[in-house]
C-alpha cells in the first residue's frame, strides 16, 4: 500500500462517521459538501490532487454552513488529519523533523 492509499484508507473511516452524523441530524448542507470531499477522496491518484482536497477541505469554516457540537468535533479531527498529511507531504527531505 502506497503513502496514498494509506492516508484514503485513514481518511475515508473518519468522513464516513462524519457523513452518518450528518446525515442523521437532517445537515443537508454540509452532507453535500462532506459527500463531494468523500467522493474526490475515493478518486485521488497522486499527492497533487490530495493537497488540493486539503485545501477545499480547509474551506470548510467559510461555508456559512451552521453545524451542531458533535459535527464540529468530527470535521476538527478530519481537518487535524488533514493538516499531519499535508505537512508530512510538504516537507523536504533535506529539512530535519
Given at each position: ?57 480547509s474551506t ?38
Amino acid at each position: 500500500m502506497n503513502a496514498i492509499d494509506t492516508v484514503k484508507a485513514d481518511l475515508k473511516p473518519r468522513l464516513e462517521e462524519l457523513l452518518l452524523h450528518l446525515n442523521a441530524t437532517g445537515q443537508i448542507a454540509a452532507t453535500a459538501f462532506f459527500t463531494k470531499i468523500f467522493v474526490d477522496l475515493d478518486a485521488v491518484e497522486g499527492e497533487e490532487q490530495l493537497l488540493e482536497l486539503f485545501i477545499e477541505l480547509s474551506t470548510t469554516a467559510f461555508l456559512g454552513i451552521p453545524f451542531d457540537e458533535v459535527a464540529l468535533a468530527l470535521i476538527d479531527d478530519v481537518l487535524m488529519n488533514a493538516e499531519q498529511v499535508a505537512q508530512t507531504f510538504s516537507v523536504d527531505d533535506s529539512t530535519p523533523q
